[in-house]
């Protein structure tokens, strides 16, 4: 069963960094047809992506958040890191991590996480 | 940016069709995917590839994909399928969903 769990802080101060942490099991961040993409949604709105990274180490970002958005990970550990540095109270939002599955030139989100909501306050 | 256009909402009675749009510019030329979110869960795969269905998805969700639309089809719609629906795209290496359609089954 391949599942995904968030992690991280369930409160941060504005302008500092938030660091998540997407742990999966069930599949490897080695497998060459897979990757993990982080996701937020703001409370009551839409989904919104943020970045992805490749068994590769292949990586891409929002265009709007690629100043201040990290991605990494740790296959040895099946660990997933988005950091995003300067948060704002905006970035309130419930955060995802997902699977990418890959076939060929197509791609997919599946599973997602349950998410973790982060609360930018001071 | 490259942008997906879908309707705040749609209504439709039990055992009715329900079609639910997500427009881009030549999204017909990409692969589109819809993802379900019922209130306080994760968003669910529900078709990808503009027209799969993963497995445990029930064959009344379909999808089409041509033009500059993208449609999700919910045939015989049951009170179960009240959720909001997003469509989600690639354009190059980054990712674009659309804004989200609230269906209710009424």
């Known amino acids: 069963q391949v599942t995904l769990k968030e992690s991280g802080p369930v409160l941060v101060k504005p302008t500092e960094t938030l660091t998540l942490t997407c742990t999966v099991s069930?599949?490897?961040?080695?497998?060459?047809?897979?990757?993990v993409s982080w996701i937020r949604q703001p409370p009551g709105k839409a989904l919104e992506w943020l970045a992805h990274i490749f068994s590769n180490d292949e990586k891409s970002y929002s265009t709007s958040l690629k100043n201040r958005l990290t991605i990494s990970k740790d296959t040895s550990k099946s660990q997933v890191v988005l950091t995003m540095t300067n948060m704002d109270p905006v970035d309130t939002a419930t955060y995802y991590c997902?699977?990418?599955?890959?076939?060929?030139?197509?791609?997919?989100?599946?599973?997602w996480g349950q998410g973790t909501l982060v609360t930018v306050s001071s | 940016s490259y942008e997906l256009t879908q309707p705040p909402s749609v209504s439709v009675s039990p055992g009715q069709t329900a079609s639910i749009t997500c427009s881009g510019d030549k999204l017909g030329d990409k692969y589109a995917c819809w993802y379900q979110q019922r209130p306080g869960q994760s968003p669910v795969l529900v078709i990808y590839?503009?027209?799969k269905r993963p497995s445990g998805i029930p064959e009344r969700f379909s999808g089409s994909n041509s033009g500059n639309t993208a449609t999700l089809t919910i045939s015989g719609t049951q009170a179960m399928d009240e959720a909001d629906y997003y469509c989600?795209?690639?354009?190059?290496?980054?990712?674009?969903f659309g804004g989200g359609t609230t269906l209710t089954v009424l």
């Open positions: 997902a699977r990418i599955m890959s076939v060929r030139t197509v791609n997919w989100f599946d599973p």
């Open positions: 590839q503009d027209n």
């Open positions: 069930g599949f490897s961040l080695s497998n060459a047809r897979m990757g």
């Open positions: 989600q795209a690639w354009d190059s290496s980054t990712v674009v």
